[in-house]
């Protein structure tokens, strides 16, 4: 295998992480199990407390840390999911937290992380700005710079998802998974082939800026030009000296599935429509992909729901749409 992540860190990031992050409910959607003529089954990772799965993952690396290196804090240029979670960790453990953040990203992703108490440095002009300012906080003020996905913990704190999708779910056959940076992916999937390889790994990503697929089209990590989606929480790129979600994502996705945008609302309208759960893009991409997919019938399929964060406006512009 060409990752050197064992399934013993997975089950570790389970127990150290189990006082800060709850599991969450699974829910058999009647609704698409009817419309695709498989069992489909809902990980509903929206419900955390910051919104996302993220939790997982920066709850596992923080909790990781030294002693000695908790008191000193730790720092993040993330202003989306991984962001909030980071900082949400951070209150919790009474530690010090440093969001770096260009000053493009809007007033209320700043105002949120404000709440959450982490201080907010508003360094150029750019995420690359934001990225070398926690470097030097790392260096100068010995905070722990938390990465958003290529990163053992953060991998390891994402596949606690799989352990817990085993238990609601032991028959599953495919898990279907938004991909981004690929830890969600990476984790999950590499807890799922552990178990069982036969269970097949689906990646869904938006069409303009899936930056993963293309780079595993391409054979080495690319860079891509980001542009509207609106599954913004999937965008950013892998990093060109990737270590273990390139490879993870390389050797565990079965399918690699390219989502169109009318499909990702599509998505967000029938789970609001049909659930009443309000969820955000990235999370409708798996819901856009399964109405269109016609390859299902008689499979458990269970879709990662990831996340919720999506501002009012957003909703009601697609709902006056539709
Ligand atoms: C981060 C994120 C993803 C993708 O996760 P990666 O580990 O970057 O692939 C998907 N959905 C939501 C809501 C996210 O915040």
């Not at 303009?208 to 542009?227: C, H, N, T, W, Y």
């Not at 609106?230 to 273990?244: C, K, V």
């Not at 501002?311 to 697609?318: G, I, K, P, R």
Request: a negative charge; proline letters at 4%.
């Amino acid at each position: 295998m060409m990752t050197s992540l064992s399934f013993r860190e997975v089950w570790e990031a389970k127990s150290r992480i189990a006082s800060f992050v709850q599991s969450t409910p699974i829910l058999y959607s009647e609704p698409l199990s009817e419309r695709t003529g498989a069992r489909v089954h809902l990980k509903l990772e929206h419900t955390h407390p910051t919104g996302s799965f993220k939790l997982r993952g920066a709850a596992n690396k923080i909790l990781s840390l030294p002693e000695e290196d908790l008191k000193k804090g730790v720092t993040t240029f993330s202003t989306g999911n991984h962001g909030i979670s980071v900082a949400y960790i951070a209150a919790q453990l009474g530690i010090p937290c440093t969001v770096c953040i260009s000053n493009r990203v809007p007033e209320a992703k700043v105002n949120r992380l404000k709440k959450l108490q982490a201080g907010v440095e508003i360094v150029g002009k750019s995420q690359d700005d934001a990225e070398a300012r926690c470097t030097e906080l790392e260096r100068d003020e010995g905070m722990t710079v938390i990465k958003p996905f290529d990163d053992r913990e953060i991998i390891a704190g994402q596949g606690t998802i799989a352990l817990e999708i085993m238990e609601q779910c032991p028959d599953v056959d495919e898990v279907i998974i938004p991909l981004s940076g690929g830890g969600l992916l990476s984790g999950v999937a590499f807890v799922m082939k552990s178990i069982e390889p036969s269970i097949l790994v689906t990646g869904v990503t938006m069409q303009k800026g899936a930056v993963m697929q293309e780079s595993l089209a391409k054979g080495k990590p690319v860079i891509l030009e980001e542009s509207y989606t609106l599954a913004d929480s999937l965008l950013g790129g892998i990093g060109t000296e990737n270590r273990y979600t390139f490879p993870m994502t390389k050797a565990f996705m079965d399918k690699g599935v390219l989502v169109e945008e009318t499909h990702i609302e599509e998505g967000l309208i029938f789970t609001l429509e049909h659930h009443k759960m309000v969820v955000e893009g990235a999370a409708a991409t798996g819901i856009g992909h399964l109405l269109h997919c016609n390859d299902l019938q008689g499979k458990n399929v269970v879709v990662v729901m990831t996340g919720n964060n999506i501002d009012h406006q957003a909703v009601t512009d697609l709902l006056a749409k539709s």
